[in-house]
């Protein structure tokens, strides 16, 4: 295809989804806009036609309603908008929502299993009356849109060799694509396709090669492939004209020992084109080979055109930079760092090497946004370094595997928000966060920019200057979708808030969903709280899991432990392996010690006591610890 009609491809694209371009997106505000996707779009553009809120006005933003999700732990997932309808996740469970007062359509709990590789879940695609989720153990779920129905329930991955399904999964022409997350518990990727009425797999694709498949030839050491990483856990990216999905694949692993992995280790730290229908390889830009350092690409990439027409795919990485690849040449155009990017060294040593991202910087899940009428890209990132240190680890099925470790202070975690040229690469304006920028960005036609932070802010920046044009603290940490929407022609905004992850992923809050709209001017900050719809909803039950009965007794206590547990998980491992915090199955803590430690932490673990956690859910959480010990 030449540059010219991609061009006019692409806008039919952005003309399909919205119903209009630039003339009739003023039309747009009459009806429903929604938010169809992880990253709104095919493309992954994140740029929405809605202009109700904007600069002059966004001042009067209120909270218009809240609901604590019931699920302690992780929150990175976005809000999918279809009609009047908000869908959101957690690890966990699936929500339905009205998107104009939160009200609960329906819910559905797909319980915690001792499965469970790592409790997090990024959202769900929509296709058709179906929704499609992954889970912490490896499955991919179609569920009723209206009703929250099990429609179908496959195994995508093995949990007991570490896969799981984090990603928000793409849905198109009824076909539902997802990849395996665990590089860092040592598995060997796949993306697949799915049949979106039956879930029989259609195609698989090998991010990690092997034998005569291209790209072999880049594992010197065959063996090392069988661990050699390549997991997907963020979302995918498709162009619909000429069919071709856009993957990001993670990391090599295991992560910090590159000699143990001679070669550049293709397609770790890739982009991989895949046809869409056959999942045959068409092409790939490899951002970081023979990666020592943990520089994944996680964010789904954007496609975009430079004013020449020639398409471009933009390729956001956790080693700190942007980069953006000609799709007719394969050719680097620009490289942009966006936060502190340094390195002592080319590859971790058992002495240590300090670098800078380290393994929790740089762009993580969510990536940049792309406004097509001013040419720029916006983009959230960490700015966090670390000493890696290089050793000898041995692999435990399904345990993490990082090829020994790295050390880092939290308190020096920072955040960005850097707008780029688009056609050039050269930085517009930076915005520097006390805390890191892993929330969605996005970019509205009001001519503002949406994205929050780990300490709770939710900003509105003036997408012209970078100027805070608006600022609000949510109460938790802002880890997941920050997005827009309009239902019956009124705009809202919605945020996550709360999340408990990996240390620098934020420990604040109680996961909830917050959604914002504009209010009267004259009562917008005045007594706007006691106008908020506040929902709780129950605290995730153990006993509705799919492949769960009736429990009872110690069963049922163990269960409840299990629930309870989800909130160390995301530091301790789903089997208290450890991760970010201590070992579990190690420790030397007898019941009483855990119950105190608990209650009264030292060093970086987080206070969870006595809020969220009750006593009963310490004394059942340190039971349930104490079954995970190895004798
Ligand atoms: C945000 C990360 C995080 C979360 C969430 C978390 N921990 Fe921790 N935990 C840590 C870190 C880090 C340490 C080590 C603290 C230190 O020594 O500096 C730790 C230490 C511990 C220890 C002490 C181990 C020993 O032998 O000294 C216990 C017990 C423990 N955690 C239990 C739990 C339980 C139970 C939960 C859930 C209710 C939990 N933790 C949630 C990070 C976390």
Redesign the pocket.
Known sequence: MNSCSRKTSLLLAVAVLYGGGGSRAATAQSRDVGWAMYNMSYEGIRSSPLNEINPKNVQNLRSVCRVKLGEEGTLMASPVVIGDTLFMTTAHSTVALDATNCKLIWRFVDAATPADVYAVNRGVAYLDGRLFRGTPDGRLVALSSDSGRVLWNVKAGDPAKGEFTASAPIAWQGTVFMGLAGSDWGIRGRVMAFDAKTGREKWRFWTVPTGNEPGAETWHIPESVTHGGGGTWSSYTLDTLTQELFVPVGNPSPDFTPASRPGDNLFTNSVVVLDALSGALKWWYQVSPADGFDYDLAAAPVLYSAKSGAARVLIASKDGHLYAVERGTHKLTFKTPITTVSRAGPVPTADGVHACPGPLGGVEWNGPAFDATSGTLYVGAVDFCATYLAGQQELVAGGMYFGTRTSQASDSARGWLTAVDAESGTPRWQFHAPTPIVAGVTHTAGGLVLTGDLKGNFYAFDAATGKVAYQTNLGGAVAGGVMTYAVRGRQYIAASAGN????TFG?LGSPSLVVMALGPPARAGRGAGAQVAEIALPPISTGTALSHGELGGADQERATGLR??Q??A???GARGEGG???N?QT???GLG??IA??KA??????K?YPSP?SDAD?AS??SY?MTLRKP
């Open positions: 408990v992850g990996r240390a420990v309870v547990y909130v160390c995301a530091c301790h970010v915090g201590a579990l420790s030397t803590l010690g855990i430690y608990v932490p030292t060093g970086s673990m987080p969870l956690l310490v959480v340190a610890v």
